[in-house]
């Protein structure tokens, strides 16, 4: 099912008040003492009994998960719908998305799960491939506009030519053979592919011909954790306890930080620290120049966002969000999340993406950031339905003349309600 609405989202710039709903589960006041407002919210579009369990940022796309295999996709800068789809039966756990990598920008989504694959048009939720696999998949998939990129637990990485896949069997480009499972998110490098395995190993080749570019980097325990490319390297987290940043051209070890525990959780790159969380001790902020410990909190489990020179982090029960200062670590303020299922990772900017166990998809941002006008929402509605993508964004097209549309608004205190079908069970 294709759609895109804003099913239940807030604009308090479109001359009116927000007017609660009864299923919010964040206090306005809580807000407004840790310095944050309510950007948008959206009802998600899934069947009675279903229930998000994960979510995750794409460049400018939320992607939520349900216990039942459905997929919602949002527009995260805004909060409008852009599809729902049934994925899965919800028997086998759906994977972390990526998209396609195109010559001009990010193209279609890609979503594993066991021994299958579909690329998604990321716009309109059209299937463009559904993959058979003959191998069962171990790690989140990554690819472009010809070729998917995928981990197995049997310890290769494949590549696999999906986008002339005829009944669903994808042609095998070519097979690396590691020395363990590969449960561990690969990466791109321009035209190299980076990945790892359990051996302990990175492995580094061109995506297209497997040639390797250098040797296999060992490190002294399995890797599970998704590898992240920056500009300053690539970070990798090993069951040795230990943080890494390799060079990518030659995979060289710029620096090693050691922490307490094995490291299973991926680290995030925001700004000049890298966040790193080490289980039963809690997270640390590494400085990415020197591998130094800025800080660590014990009572922290994950990076959320940042803002300024404020760090948002998820606590270690998960049931609170901690506000803290980003140079030193201390805490500024604590605001209660008991009811948010999922929390999503954004190291871009200052946008908090949070999922209720009520089905609502939320967007917080720091008080002083200005809502987009009832103008501005409509117009980038209307790109997204009319727009083709062309060089990583959506092709400009005119807004349409809203001036009687917003009239008939003026009596709707939502401003920008709309109705969305739940998810065809397709």
């Known amino acids: 099912m294709s759609c ?35 950007y948008w919210q959206a009802e998600l579009p ?17 992607y939520v998960v349900s216990r039942q295999g459905s997929a919602v996709a949002l527009h ?20 972390q998305p990526a998209h396609l990598r195109l010559e001009d920008g990010p193209g279609p989504v890609v979503f594993v799960a066991d021994r299958g694959a ?22 989140p998939a990554v690819g472009d506009e010809e070729t998917l990129y995928l981990g197995s637990s049997d310890g290769s990485m494949y590549a ?15 097979q690396v053979r590691t020395g363990g499972p590969i449960r561990s998110a690969p990466a791109f490098d321009g035209d190299d592919l980076l990945f790892a395995s359990d051996d302990g190993s990175v492995y580094s080749c061109q995506a297209y011909n497997k040639v390797r570019n250098w040797r296999p980097r060992r490190t002294g325990g399995p890797i599970s954790a998704g590898l992240v490319l920056h500009e300053s390297g690539v970070y990798v987290a090993s069951g040795d306890r230990s943080l890494y940043r390799l060079d990518a051209f030659s995979g060289t070890v710029i620096w090693r930080q050691r922490l307490p ?4 959780d991926d680290p995030v ?17 590494i400085d990415i120049d020197t591998g130094r410990i800025r800080w660590h909190r014990p009572d922290a489990r994950r990076f959320v966002a940042r803002h300024a020179d404020r760090v948002y982090v998820l606590s270690g029960d998960a049931e609170r969000l901690l506000v ?16 948010a299922r999922a929390v999503v990772t954004n190291p871009s900017d200052d946008a908090i993406y949070l999922v209720s166990n009520t089905n609502q998809a939320v967007c917080l941002r720091p008080a002083d950031v200005p809502y987009l006008t009832f103008k501005e929402l409509t117009a980038i509605r209307a790109r997204l339905l009319r727009g083709t993508e062309a060089g990583g964004e959506f092709e400009a097209t005119p807004p349409p003349d809203e001036s009687d549309e917003a009239d008939s608004l003026l009596d709707d205190p939502l401003r920008s309600r709309r109705e969305i079908s739940p998810v065809a069970g397709d």
């Open 4 to 38: 895109l609405t804003t099913a239940t989202v807030i604009w308090l710039a479109a001359l009116g008040q927000y007017v609660p709903d009864r299923s919010d589960f964040l206090a306005d006041h809580a807000l407004q003492a840790a310095s944050l407002q309510r």
């Open 46 to 62: 899934l069947l009675p009994g279903d229930a998000a369990v994960s979510a995750t940022l794409v460049d400018d796309a939320l």
């Open 76 to 95: 995260a800068p805004t909060g409008l719908a852009l599809w729902a789809r049934r994925l899965t039966d919800g028997l086998l756990p759906i994977l």
């Open 118 to 139: 579909q690329v998604l048009d990321r716009l309109t939720g059209k299937v463009l491939a559904d993959l058979a696999l003959p191998f069962p998949v171990g790690a």
């Open 160 to 174: 696999l030519q999906w986008s002339t896949a005829r009944l669903g069997r994808p042609t095998r480009v070519w």
């Open 261 to 264: 525990m094995p490291l299973r």
């Open 269 to 285: 790159v925001a700004g000049p620290t890298v966040y790193q969380y080490s289980q039963q001790t809690g997270l640390f902020a």
């Open 324 to 339: 803290l200062d980003g140079s030193t670590g201390r805490l500024r303020h604590s605001l209660d999340i008991f009811g």
